[in-house]
């Protein structure tokens, strides 16, 4: 038995699980997930183990998403809020062979040390830099208040998210 | 873990109504979630998202500025209304609140509904005599904040009664204001104390004041008769010091959220005293 939709604007649930859809990484998928399940859970059940579990209170942004281009918190989501909205974990973002170039500037800055906190960091850059292409280091600081790390004091990250924006930049304007 | 057996994405209000009538007390009503997810009661059976209901908007009218509920921390922010009204009180308080993520999931409905002391807009809204628009049963009407924020409405708001929209009138529009947050870190949520303070001041005296705190406290409250020593008197600080201490009056009840009782007992009176000279564009003592 699958989960049955109720009505256009609700789904229901069957068998404990809701069947939803949704464009995770550029792909559509359905997805089969927990009543009660948070997203970040879900994510992590289905392969997409680059949002990390952090806190689980929402207070350390090592979850970190994309949801229709914006940054949340997937620990504080429930897995089926994702119905029929756009994902993006840093999976989507770029390969091991073809980073991207917010994920190269941080590795070159030498932002990365443990390495908990960056997909979450990457992908609250990438927000920060659709949004505004060119911020000020109080911008940066601002825009990555959500995102703890416990290795480095943050100078590294902010000199990453500097570099990520101007070679962005330069990629537009050629 | 609740066992939510329906997830209902309603696209207009009265739907959202109709939806939350039938679940009666087996509904919870979603906006941002960051207050709700972790704590969603056991025994809910529907959430009721709010996401595509149009109440994601800030109007300015003649009467009053009107926010839709589902605004976000980050909508504020982005608003000029919300940094042209009152000071930019709205601006200050969004701009306060924790992070980048919350700022983007969090809305207005939702600070005022999940009523955590540390919230950060109650305080804010009640100094500007704000009114909420509700939705319970079908029947639609406009209540003051502060009278929303405990007793029965609080108990049916996020449950079957929904907020769809806060009102400030407009004589607050072109108040001075000040919002002074004390938190060991800038960015943390839950905060020692919140402290508001509006004021209209004409010809050097003070027509109108507005003082309230958060969070040192369990729900934020006024403080009339602090703010009875200051009207129609001209501002000095050894008034707003005064002020300080009568609102301390009788108060008890202090939350040990991030700080002792007692040494919010002492920090409030300076707070509000600093608060009143920012407002009135003195430099705090």
New interface residues.
Partial sequence: MTAKK??P?????AN?F?SITAEVNGRPLTLQVG??E?LLDALRRHGLKGAKKGC????C?SC?ILVDG????SC???A??A??RKITTIEGLGTPRHPHPIQEAFVKAGAVQCGYCIPGMIL?TKALLDANPSPTEEEIR?????NLCRCTGYVKQVEAVRDAARILKNAKSK | ???????????TVS?AAK?LSKMKDGAVI?AG??NL??S?PPETEC?V?L??LPLRYMKEGTRALAIGACTTFEDLLASQPAKKWAGGILHKAAKAV?????R??GTVGGNIVRHYPYNHLPPVLIALDATATIVDGGKKKDHPVSDILEGDMARKLGKTALLTEIKIPSYARGMNTAFVKLAKAG?MWECSAIVCVALEVKGGICKRAAISAGSALPRAKRFPAAEQILVGNKITPELAARAGEAAMEGLTGFTSIQSSPEYKREVLPVLIRRAILEACGGAAI
């Fill in positions: 109720a009505s604007n609700a789904i229901e649930s404990g809701f009543e009660g948070f689980e209170t929402g207070d942004g970190t914006q940054p949340m918190l504080l989501m429930l089926v809020q119905h029929g609250a601002y825009g990555l208040d959500g | 873990m609740a066992k939510i057996h329906k997830y209902a994405f309603p696209s739907e939806t979603l979630g960051t997810i972790r969603i959430v998202d996401r595509n924790s992070t980048k993520m919350v983007v999931m960015s």
